[in-house]
């Protein structure tokens, strides 16, 4: 069975830093690429950062570029995302999520989602 | 980044009815277009992926349509665990972007 575990969140003052962790099990981690999705209190999905399985490949959303950095150990199964100069508007729910190609190896999806982390930034 | 808006942000539905939701992209996006559903408290769901693609597992009354920039989800025949959110996002560039949801409610 296809797990993905997140820790790591809570609640932070604006400015601090948060390192958020994902664990994963039932599949191959290093054939796969991972990204960090949130969702605001009441608010839709939005893409963060992901990272290819060899970490070649990184990107950030606007909104968080400069100030997240994401990370990965295949070693540990391990996805992570190292958040500084924390502000309210990144208070969220964080998900880890599985990037899945078709047998086409062109289009790619979300098929594996965590249950999320609350992160919350407030003074 | 590309734009994606989808209508309508809610609708009032009937088990029984058929339901489209319709997903717009700012820019050409072929087919890379994927679909999720996301009940309250728990992770979003994938459920068409390549615009018309059904995910495994997913009942066939689920499916999607369209290319380049105008796609739609049907929910052919809506069922009581149907109510729920639904995303649109695409994959075109992989600063991907979801559309802002549409809330599918018991009328």
């Known amino acids: 069975e296809v797990q993905l575990v997140e820790s790591g969140g809570g609640l932070v003052q604006p400015g601090r830093s948060l390192r958020l962790s994902c664990v994963v099990s039932g599949f191959i981690f290093d054939d796969y690429a991972m990204d960090w999705v949130r969702q605001a209190p009441g608010k839709g999905l939005e893409w963060v950062s992901g990272i290819s399985w060899n970490s070649g490949t990184i990107d950030y959303a606007d909104s968080v570029k400069g100030r997240f950095t994401i990370s990965r150990d295949n070693a540990k199964n391990s996805l992570y995302l190292q958040m500084n100069s924390l502000r309210a508007d990144d208070t969220a729910l964080y998900y880890c999520a599985r990037r899945s190609f078709d047998s086409s190896g062109f289009y790619h999806h979300f098929d594996s989602w965590g249950q999320g982390i609350l992160v919350t930034v407030s003074s | 980044d590309i734009q994606m808006t989808q209508s309508p942000s809610s609708l009032s539905a009937s088990v029984g009815d058929r339901v489209t939701i319709t997903c717009r992209a700012s820019?050409?996006?072929?087919?890379?277009l994927n679909w999720y559903q996301q009940k309250p408290g728990k992770a979003p769901n994938l459920l068409i992926y390549a615009a018309s693609k059904l995910q495994s597992g997913v009942p066939s009354r689920f499916s999607g349509g369209g290319s380049g920039t105008d796609f739609t989800l049907t929910i052919s025949s809506l069922q009581p665990e149907d109510f729920a959110t639904y995303y649109c996002?695409?994959?075109?560039?992989?600063?991907?972007?979801f559309g802002q949801g549409t809330k599918v409610e018991i009328k």
């Open positions: 996002q695409q994959s075109f560039r992989t600063r991907y972007t």
């Open positions: 820019e050409t996006i072929a087919s890379y």
